[in-house]
T-cell receptor
């Protein structure tokens, strides 16, 4: 199947710092999604991206759909303790309609 | 929040017994999915459905079967549970719409096979 490489695997940051994470693929995707998962819960959709170059914000979160359509980035500004969790990217492969592929996740730790 | 429920939320069962997990949606979405999540493997697709009675295999389908007799329900059956099927199982739904697709997850079922 399609591989999504998500980095970094984990991050330890201080409250107030900005965070960046990214996902790359060897194949073209036509939709990128970013999720957050808290312990014991299902992933929650944060941002959806549909066009190459698109930049979308959701509060302190900003995500971008890469121009090549093979990557996506998520930034969190001014992190707070409740940002702790695992962040996943997901891509919809254009030749496998409605079958999503997932990155392995970035575990974010925020120190107050 | 998308209207997705999973039952049971927790289950402990013995090796060799059949187990059925249920996913129910109130969104009338066409596509439904079953994933398993394990440390070091992330989310892996077991089976998915693209309509009533229309299903297909994902990347880790061995030992699992699914059924979808109504739009709102998608059942996952472990025919004879094994310890390697101890995992957290997530149901998800999505719909094609102009502009793009979004996928929403249920709360998960934690299954332990002893």
């Amino acid at each position: 199947g399609q591989q999504l490489n998500q980095s970094p695997q984990s991050m330890f940051i201080q409250e107030g710092e900005d965070v960046s994470m990214n996902c790359t693929s060897s194949s073209i995707f036509n939709t990128w999604l970013w999720y957050k998962q808290d312990p014991g819960e299902g992933p929650v959709l944060l941002i959806a991206l549909y066009k190459a170059g698109e930049l979308t914000s959701n509060g302190r979160l900003t995500a971008q759909f890469g121009i090549t359509r093979k990557d996506s980035f998520l930034n969190i500004s001014a992190s707070i303790p409740s940002d702790v969790g695992i962040y996943f990217c997901a891509g919809l492969y254009q030749y496998n309609f409605n079958k999503f592929y997932f990155g392995s996740g970035t575990k974010l730790n925020v120190k107050p | 929040d998308a209207g997705i429920t999973q039952s049971p939320r927790h289950k402990v069962t013995e090796t060799g017994t059949p187990v059925t997990l249920r996913c129910h949606q109130t969104e009338n979405h066409r596509y439904m999915y079953w994933y398993r999540q394990d440390p070091g493997h992330g989310l892996r697709l077991i089976h998915y459905s693209y309509g009533v009675k229309d299903t297909d295999k994902g990347e880790v389908s061995d030992g699992y079967s699914v059924s979808r007799s109504k739009t709102e329900d998608f059942l996952l059956t472990l025919e004879s549970a094994t310890s390697s099927q101890t995992s957290v199982y997530f149901c998800a739904i999505s719909e094609s719409r102009p502009g793009g697709e979004e996928q929403y997850f249920g709360p998960g079922t934690r299954l332990t096979v002893t």
